[in-house]
């Protein structure tokens, strides 16, 4: 029988336990760690290296959107968000196939999520929801903040060819947006899709990391796992890790782990420094 090794997430104490008695009664569940906000749930995810994290939204400070953008696409779990959503919210799940379950939840809702999560688990596909959920978090970002004017600028900028130079475009519909390289943090992949990370918003490119990495800054950008590129400009602490491996951290809360085939990449960079 499948185990999922499972993170709990929500910063209501009420809210945590009556989550974690009713998956305790789902044998396919191991809960291995619960958190009460954004910035446990990071560290307990990079700690632990869960299957499934079932993830609330609404929480102050890092919200569970936050907690998704900063998780490198290697240890991102399967995710369940847990959510009062608006019905808007909803759709955009239902529109790039995201779990959720509506609160107040109920154990129907939760064995189904269960069911799906394990699912996803024996076909393989833990390390490809990222996309679908940076897509659905994109969306309903538009909906909450959609502005004509600021769409018309854009588009205004991306028909210069002086300001593609050194920049990434990117295209989601009818909208282009063009982001500074030097803007750009850390890029992971995911499937056929690239994850953007800059301080304020991760972006979705369709791309390969191999065909993006071509269009930036040799200088600056560096591969430092089969799926993560960081901008060297950003690394703030190296901080060791098992087998060889260590972590960067990139900001206040970003962490992206470095392979032991990449290292000297790093190892090269700190003795320039």
């Known amino acids: 029988m499948i185990k999922l090794r499972t993170l709990i997430v929500?910063?209501?104490?009420?809210?945590?336990?009556?989550?974690r008695s009713k998956l305790s009664h789902i044998p396919e569940i191991e809960i291995v760690a619960q958190c009460s906000n954004g910035r446990e749930?990071?560290?307990?995810?990079?700690?632990?290296?869960?299957d499934l994290?079932?993830?609330?939204?609404?929480?102050?400070?890092?919200?569970?959107?936050?907690?998704?953008?900063?998780l490198q696409t290697?240890?991102?779990?399967?995710?369940?968000?847990?959510?009062?959503?608006?019905?808007y919210a909803l759709d955009a799940f239902d529109v790039h196939a995201v779990d959720y379950i509506l609160k107040p939840i109920?154990?129907?809702?939760?064995?189904?999520?269960?069911?799906?999560?394990?699912?996803?688990?024996?076909t393989g596909e833990k390390h490809d929801n990222k996309p679908h959920i940076i897509g659905a978090i994109n969306e309903i970002d538009l909906i909450q903040h959609r502005s004509e004017a600021l769409d018309d600028e854009v588009k205004t900028q991306a028909t210069s060819i002086d300001n593609v130079e050194r920049k990434i475009v990117i295209k989601d519909r009818d909208n282009i947006t063009i982001l500074k390289q030097s803007d750009i943090e850390w890029v992971d992949a995911a499937g056929d899709y690239v994850c953007i990370h800059t301080d304020a918003v991760t972006h979705?490119?369709?791309?390969?990391?191999k065909s993006l990495l071509k269009d930036l800054d040799p200088s600056i950008f560096k591969r430092v796992h089969r799926s993560t590129i960081v901008n060297l400009n950003y690394i703030q602490k190296?901080?060791?890790?098992?087998?060889g491996e260590f972590f960067l951290k990139l900001g206040e809360y970003d962490q992206v782990k470095v392979s032991r085939n990449y290292r000297d990449v790093i190892k090269s960079f700190l003795s320039e420094s």
């Open 238 to 243: 190296v901080i060791p890790h098992t087998k």
């Open 106 to 122: 109920d154990d129907e809702h939760i064995q189904r999520a269960v069911s799906r999560a394990i699912q996803r688990f024996e």
């Open 204 to 209: 979705i490119k369709r791309s390969t990391l």
């Open 41 to 50: 749930a990071i560290a307990a995810t990079i700690e632990f290296e869960p």
């Open 10 to 19: 929500d910063d209501e104490p009420l809210a945590l336990k009556l989550l």
């Open 53 to 70: 994290i079932f993830l609330d939204i609404q929480m102050p400070g890092i919200d569970g959107f936050g907690v998704i953008k900063k």
């Open 74 to 87: 290697e240890i991102l779990p399967l995710v369940i968000f847990t959510t009062a959503f608006e019905k």
